[in-house]
């Protein structure tokens, strides 16, 4: 500070060079991410430059944010940590211990999450197609959407700064802000990661909503059995006796064991023709030949 009380100016290559010494410094006591940008531009990628465009958007933000975009440019982002529902991070200031910044960040809400999976059923491949920001435009402008989207709206983001101005959005807090845009560059999951949802929700479904819902209520079932009327409901059929079986894989294992006992006693007693007039005339008649394969039912009736 000069001596009639203005800041003394401080160039942007002084910026850089204190932010990279600290940075420096910093890096042999912890392990620390710094947010390095790739060129001018803050954001290149779809979820880079969209979470920026949204914190752009509110007008709570639009006079503030625009202070960190100089701080992340030179470098002053030595640490930036992304977790759910939390970001943390180091911003080299005009002191010369760096400022600690928390910010919290709301969890998407379940309803909004569950509407956003809903509509992407059937439109996304792959979470590689998410990630690289390839997908259908309206899925963009959904996932944008102020207050249904994935992104954070202005309440549903508290942040402090131990530096004496963080009341009203500092330039540490918009820088650390921005980072996160930057950060999303190299790794779109880690918004998801933020706003406590798995991606994978949202990939690859081709069911319907109703039919998720019946698939998680039969896994909460004591029972891991699906019930008839679940299955008759979510495929729209009405099950025959065979299919019953089928569903029922326990039931219908110990009903197969059963015929294949029956079977082996069947062939054992026709190699002995003695053995089996004595058995049973009734149930074994010689000479019937039993074909490999056949149902049970249709056995006994052949037989
Ligand atoms: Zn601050």
Known sequence: MAWWGFPRYVSKAEKQARAANKLERLKKKRDVKPVILQGSAIARSWWGKSWNKNLEAYADYSNRIGRGRSY????????LQIE?????????????????????????????WQHIATSCSGMLESVSELVSGKFPKELGELFL???????????????TCSCPDWASMCKHVAAALYGVGARLDEDATLLFTLRGVDMADLVGKTVSSKADNLLEM??????????????????GIDLSAGEKQAAIPGEYKRKKQAVRKKSVKANKLRSNPEKMKAKSPKSVRSGTAVKPGTPAKKRRKQI
């Open 145 to 159: 959407q102020r207050g249904a989207g994935l992104f954070p709206s202005p309440k549903e983001i508290d942040f």
């Open 218 to 235: 039969a896994s909460k079932k004591s029972s891991r059995v699906i019930q008839d009327a679940d299955l008759s409901a979510l495929f």
């Open 72 to 79: 992340v440019r030179h470098g002053a982002v030595l640490d």
């Open 84 to 112: 759910p529902g939390k970001i943390t991070a180091l911003v080299q200031g005009s002191r010369s211990k760096p400022y600690e910044i928390v910010i919290q960040i709301g969890k998407l809400n379940r309803k909004i």
